[in-house]
């Protein structure tokens, strides 16, 4: 089947730095996707959401971008916290699919450097 | 309070038994799911269900199943475990799935069977 996958497995960034995390969907009926973060020993946390009619949101450091002529996701965290050390998964939904769930990216590892 | 949670936090158990996880939300969501991470990160959707239908990823063993007592509760049960079932598992849930919404996870459950 479709599946959502991620470029880089692991991102080492500078405290400070902004970083960019990327992912790639192949179901073209995908209409929201979400990233999510997982930090050690702890379930996916919700960071931003987006939905197919728009191509970028904003949150508070968090930016979303959705290309969908290139079925591209990326997440943008400016200025990086050593709190934001985790891995970060992409997912995406199809709504005309029914009750079946997200389909996750297989996340990328963000490292921030002191 | 926890939206999700579930229990036990860690489980060991030999081959060949009958475990359980359960998991509660306290959210009023209609929907709940399984998610299955493996050693590498991966998510994967294992069932997904509300109180109108069950969704089962059809690469899950029959050895696992869902039991839903009530819409505020979702949980697995696994027999015969195998070695290759040591993950850890996620219970998630959502408001609807169908208008594409996040979902929200539990802490998860580190299975380890030896």
């Known amino acids: 089947g479709e599946s959502v996958g991620l470029h880089l497995p692991t991102l080492s960034v500078q405290e400070g730095d902004n970083s960019i995390i990327n992912c790639a969907y192949s179901?073209?009926?995908?209409?929201?996707f979400i990233w999510y973060k997982q930090e050690s020993g702890k379930g996916p946390q919700f960071i931003i959401d987006?939905?197919?009619?728009?191509d970028k949101r904003q949150g508070q450091r968090v930016t979303v971008l959705l290309n969908k002529t290139v079925k591209h996701l990326s997440l943008q965290i400016a200025a990086t916290q050593p709190g934001d050390s985790a891995v970060y998964f992409c997912a995406e939904n199809y709504s005309g699919g029914g009750a079946d769930g997200l389909t996750f990216g297989k996340g990328t590892h963000l490292i921030i450097q002191p | 309070d926890t939206a999700v949670s579930q229990t036990p936090k860690y489980l060991v158990t030999q081959m060949g038994n009958d475990k359980s996880i359960k998991c509660e939300q306290n959210l009023g969501h209609d929907t709940m799911y399984w998610y299955k991470q493996d050693s590498k990160k991966f998510l994967k959707i294992m069932f997904s269900?509300?109180?109108?239908?069950?969704?089962i990823n059809e690469t899950v063993p029959n050895r696992f199943s869902p039991k839903s007592p009530d819409k505020a509760h979702l949980n697995l049960h696994i027999n015969s475990l195998e070695l290759g079932d040591s993950a850890v598992y996620f219970c998630?849930?959502?408001?609807?799935?169908?208008?594409?919404?996040?979902?929200?996870f539990g802490q998860g459950t580190r299975l380890t069977v030896v």
């Open positions: 998630a849930s959502s408001q609807d799935p169908r208008i594409g919404t996040e979902a929200f």
């Open positions: 987006i939905r197919s009619n728009m």
């Open positions: 269900y509300n109180n109108k239908e069950l969704i």
């Open positions: 179901n073209s009926a995908s209409d929201y």
